[in-house]
T-cell receptor, first 118, second 112 residues
């Protein structure tokens, strides 16, 4: 069965610290997709990144970076030099491709609440 | 480009009543997904519509239903409301054969 585990319930850091959010997933499919979403207090889920199961290249986008390792079924997210505006709940999600190749439902982890203190 | 829109923002209903939530996808997107975010239960998949057809359904009772219209907008209906249906209902849309789902601001349903 598909499952996403975010073991960190809450993380509190001081501004400018680096912080890593952990995500571990389970799936029996060989083709799948992993996502990170951010949910600020307003409630809207903001898409951050998608990775394909066949592309293990790590990615950096500004202060954000992602480390995908199939060997450990992990897809961790690092924020460098955190800012107060980064405060939000971050969700990791997993999706398997359906027969048509399009994305199917998202299976979400329980989320990690990140609080960045000034 | 306008994002996913949902209405109403807030909805207050009494137990036993029916609720109707609406969603308009991003222009050009053909798939609409519904998720429930209830306190303590996290984000759970409800329904997926594509090209007017129900493609997949989460583990929810039949009183949760919906439809997708020819313009790809969607409606979620919840019948015989129960207190535990109180939650934030999020709608997402994606383009055909795309892998990203883009979410709307949600409808907060409160059942009293």
């Amino acid at each position: 069965a598909q499952k996403v585990t975010q073991a960190q319930t809450e993380i509190s850091v001081v501004e400018k610290e680096d912080v890593t959010l952990d995500c571990v997933y389970e799936t029996r499919d060989t083709t799948y997709y992993l996502f990170w979403y951010k949910q600020p207090p307003s409630g809207e889920l903001v898409f951050l990144i998608r990775r394909n199961s066949f592309d293990e290249q790590n990615e950096i986008s500004g202060r954000y970076s992602w480390n995908f390792q199939k060997s450990t079924s992990s897809f961790n997210f690092t924020i460098t030099a955190s800012q107060v505006v980064d405060s939000a709940v971050y969700f990791c999600a997993l999706s398997e491709a359906d027969y048509g190749g399009a994305t199917n439902k998202l299976i979400f982890g329980t989320g990690t609440l990140l609080a960045v203190q000034p | 480009e306008a994002g996913v829109t949902q209405s109403p923002t807030h909805l207050i209903k009494t137990r036993g009543q029916q609720a109707t939530l609406r969603c308009s996808p991003i222009s050009g997107h053909t798939s609409v997904y519904w998720y429930q975010q209830a306190l303590g239960l996290g984000l759970q998949f409800l329904l997926w519509y594509d090209e007017g057809e129900e493609r997949n359904r989460g583990n929810f009772p039949p009183r949760f239903s919906g439809r997708q219209f020819p313009n790809y907008s969607s409606e979620l209906n919840v019948n015989a409301l129960e207190l535990e249906d109180s939650a934030l209902y999020l709608c997402a849309s994606s383009a055909q054969l795309s892998y990203e789902q883009y979410f709307g601001p949600g409808t907060r349903l409160t059942v009293t």
